[in-house]
């Protein structure tokens, strides 16, 4: 049986291979890291008294009457949990809900007082405030959280002074939150004031403790997020994922991203400010970081001289970053694209066309683009540019799905190497597309012709339950990495072979009463 230590080596181990570059560069360009502050918040959170799912969560919630939540400012997951919080706190007949927010200065308190009525559009409101000016971060996840206040909550406030960018005054603002959240509460006396404030300010020391001395009647709960110790110890559970832990009394911390995909985010945000603010983000970086992440978990040579057990010269074969697609351009791909190539690029933010060897992308989401740097992984060790000619293919026939389906398992297989916390697949999801089909039923040639119907949709569904299950298979010890090559060098384009493949990851994947593998080759 898998030990705790196996499973989190194995868990880790692409995710690790990717974060050693990035870290590097981040340190090299943030010099702020070594400061007291910053480090009295690392060193508060090493460990956590135990595992804790999303009822026991709500429960931790529901009483508290300030509850902070931990902000990484160039994170766009995490002002949209704050948001997804925010919503499920506000239901009717509860308490209301007041937001207070660091991004925004209490000066600037008559702009969003006026934003709020309605008087003022967002593009003045964005202006008025400074947002770019004085903060600089992603905007779109941060007006998301304002749009849902607007919608849920009694009112919003900035808790913010200046100056910004020191953070040898960080306690002032700690001391300027704690007295405006005591004049909210004061005016909001039966609310829930939700605070999203950086996750520094947030260690027991800062604010939290000059809360509980200004506000000592009031019940305060912090919700931490992502915070790297804690995610390194969860990510060694025997559990397929853990989304939030207990940490002691009053303080939780909740996981919705990976460390690799905060310091992708901040390396992006420091690329920006030490550019030119006109210009689009160049993500060429942090895509080919994260196929470098699933090259090395699955200990691919990209150098390699011969096709074999190993792609010829993936070096040579990388693909194209286009980043912000203009439209007519995009038109003119869908006349020849697989159907679903356009609808992945405008729901996740990136899509990975073979036929260009190009990946389209207009978000940075790591899940997604880890699932789309595998496909093109894929379509190299089969052989690219020669298997592109068939992905165009409509998926009408059998083999055509079958391929798609073992696609869409091994993107989603990938996605899961850097993303652990992805959510699994289940059999439940697959009951949507094919109602009392077993899995193994729905791979069955007279079971698939009932399907082709509506191919895209069963193809995502069963392969994604095929990567979910694949994934435990290596988590395990079951699939080695010399056999998940092989899959991956299979040439799906040789009759039968896609079929072939499909069972043999069926089979794969059943083999739980075996023995697992002493070791990951």
Same mark, same amino acid.
């Given at each position: 049986?898998?030990?705790?230590?196996?499973?989190?080596?194995?868990?880790?181990a692409?995710?690790?291979?990717?974060l050693?570059?990035?870290?590097?560069?981040?340190?090299?360009?943030?010099?702020?890291?070594?400061?007291?502050?910053?480090?009295?918040?690392?060193?508060?959170?090493?460990?956590?008294?135990?595992?804790?799912?999303?009822a026991?969560?709500?429960?931790?919630?529901?009483?508290?009457?300030?509850?902070l939540?931990?902000?990484? &400012?160039?994170?766009?997951?995490?002002?949209?949990?704050?948001?997804?919080?925010?919503?499920?706190r506000?239901?009717?007949?509860?308490?209301?809900?007041?937001?207070g927010?660091? @991004?925004?200065?209490?000066?600037h308190? &008559?702009?969003?007082?006026?934003?709020?009525?309605?008087?003022?559009?967002?593009?003045?409101?964005?202006?008025?405030?400074?947002f770019?000016?004085?903060?600089?971060?992603e905007?779109?996840?941060?007006?998301?959280?304002?749009?849902?206040?607007?919608?849920?909550?009694?009112?919003?406030?900035?808790?913010?002074?200046?100056?910004?960018?020191?953070?040898?005054?960080?306690?002032?603002?700690?001391?300027?939150?704690?007295?405006?959240?005591?004049?909210?509460?004061e005016?909001?006396?039966?609310?829930?004031?939700?605070?999203?404030?950086?996750?520094?300010?947030?260690?027991?020391?800062?604010?939290?403790?000059?809360?509980?001395?200004?506000?000592?009647?009031?019940?305060?709960?912090?919700?931490?997020?992502?915070?790297?110790t804690?995610?390194?110890?969860?990510?060694?559970?025997?559990?397929?994922?853990?989304?939030?832990?207990?940490?002691?009394d009053?303080?939780?911390?909740?996981?919705?991203?990976?460390?690799?995909?905060?310091?992708?985010?901040?390396?992006?945000?420091?690329?920006?400010?030490?550019?030119?603010?006109d210009?689009?983000?160049?993500?060429?970086?942090?895509?080919?970081n994260?196929?470098?992440?699933?090259?090395?978990?699955?200990?691919?040579n990209?150098?390699?001289?011969?096709?074999?057990?190993?792609?010829?010269?993936?070096?040579?074969?990388?693909?194209?970053?286009?980043?912000?697609?203009?439209?007519?351009?995009?038109?003119?791909?869908?006349? %020849?694209?697989?159907?679903?190539?356009?609808?992945?690029?405008?729901?996740? %933010?990136?899509?990975?066309?073979?036929? @260009?060897?190009?990946?389209?992308?207009?978000?940075?989401?790591?899940?997604?683009?880890?699932?789309?740097?595998?496909?093109?992984?894929? &379509?190299?060790?089969?052989?690219?540019?020669?298997?592109?000619?068939?992905?165009?293919?409509?998926?009408?026939?059998?083999a055509?799905?079958?391929?798609?389906?073992?696609?869409?398992?091994?993107?989603?297989?990938?996605?899961?190497?850097?993303c652990?916390?992805?959510?699994?697949? &289940?059999?439940?999801?697959?009951?949507?597309?094919?109602?009392?089909?077993?899995?193994?039923?729905?791979?069955?040639?007279?079971?698939?012709?009932?399907?082709?119907n509506?191919?895209?949709?069963?193809?995502?569904?069963?392969?994604?339950?095929?990567?979910?299950?694949?994934?435990?298979?290596?988590m395990?010890g079951?699939?080695?990495?010399?056999?998940?090559?092989?899959?991956?060098?299979?040439?799906?384009?040789?009759?039968?072979?896609?079929?072939?493949?499909?069972?043999?990851?069926?089979?794969?994947?059943a083999?739980?009463?075996?023995?697992?593998?002493?070791?990951?080759?």
């Amino acid at each position: 049986m898998a030990t705790s230590t196996t499973l989190g080596t194995r868990r880790n181990a692409a995710q690790l291979h990717a974060l050693t570059d990035v870290e590097r560069e981040v340190r090299s360009n943030d010099r702020s890291t070594r400061r007291k502050y910053l480090r009295d918040f690392v060193e508060a959170f090493r460990s956590y008294q135990g595992i804790i799912d999303e009822a026991e969560l709500a429960a931790m919630i529901a009483p508290a009457d300030i509850v902070l939540v931990a902000d990484y &400012h160039a994170l766009p997951a995490s002002q949209r949990y704050a948001a997804t919080l925010l919503e499920r706190r506000a239901q009717p007949g509860d308490r209301p809900v007041v937001l207070g927010m660091e @991004a925004i200065f209490s000066r600037h308190q &008559h702009v969003v007082d006026a934003w709020w009525r309605r008087e003022i559009c967002e593009e003045e409101f964005r202006q008025r405030i400074r947002f770019d000016l004085d903060w600089n971060y992603e905007w779109d996840p941060f007006y998301e959280l304002l749009v849902t206040a607007r919608e849920h909550a009694e009112a919003i406030y900035g808790l913010d002074c200046m100056p910004r960018g020191d953070l040898r005054g960080a306690a002032t603002h700690d001391r300027h939150a704690a007295e405006k959240l005591a004049e909210i509460s004061e005016r909001h006396p039966d609310a829930v004031v939700m605070v999203l404030f950086g996750e520094s300010h947030l260690a027991p020391g800062h604010l939290p403790q000059l809360l509980r001395q200004r506000l000592p009647e009031k019940r305060l709960l912090t919700v931490l997020q992502n915070v790297d110790t804690l995610y390194w110890s969860a990510a060694g559970e025997l559990r397929e994922s853990v989304m939030s832990v207990r940490v002691d009394d009053g303080v939780v911390c909740v996981f919705n991203s990976t460390p690799l995909e905060k310091y992708e985010h901040y390396r992006m945000c420091l690329d920006r400010w030490s550019g030119n603010d006109d210009d689009p983000p160049d993500l060429n970086p942090a895509v080919y970081n994260v196929l470098q992440g699933v090259v090395r978990g699955l200990g691919i040579n990209q150098y390699s001289a011969r096709n074999g057990t190993q792609p010829k010269f993936l070096v040579d074969l990388l693909p194209e970053v286009y980043c912000n697609p203009r439209e007519d351009h995009l038109r003119n791909l869908a006349g %020849g694209a697989e159907d679903g190539w356009l609808k992945r690029l405008e729901e996740r %933010g990136c899509a990975y066309l073979p036929a @260009a060897n190009t990946l389209y992308i207009r978000e940075f989401r790591m899940a997604y683009v880890a699932e789309e740097m595998t496909r093109f992984l894929h &379509h190299a060790c089969r052989g690219l540019p020669a298997c592109s000619r068939r992905s165009d293919e409509p998926v009408e026939t059998q083999a055509a799905l079958l391929r798609l389906t073992v696609e869409n398992c091994l993107g989603y297989f990938g996605s899961r190497l850097l993303c652990p916390t992805r959510p699994a697949i &289940h059999d439940d999801d697959l009951a949507e597309v094919a109602p009392g089909e077993t899995m193994t039923q729905m791979l069955d040639p007279s079971k698939l012709a009932s399907h082709l119907n509506a191919p895209q949709r069963l193809s995502q569904q069963l392969g994604y339950k095929l990567g979910a299950s694949l994934y435990s298979a290596y988590m395990n010890g079951r699939a080695t990495k010399s056999w998940l090559r092989s899959v991956f060098m299979s040439k799906l384009e040789t009759p039968g072979s896609a079929r072939r493949v499909c069972r043999e990851i069926t089979r794969k994947i059943a083999s739980s009463g075996k023995k697992p593998c002493a070791s990951v080759r």
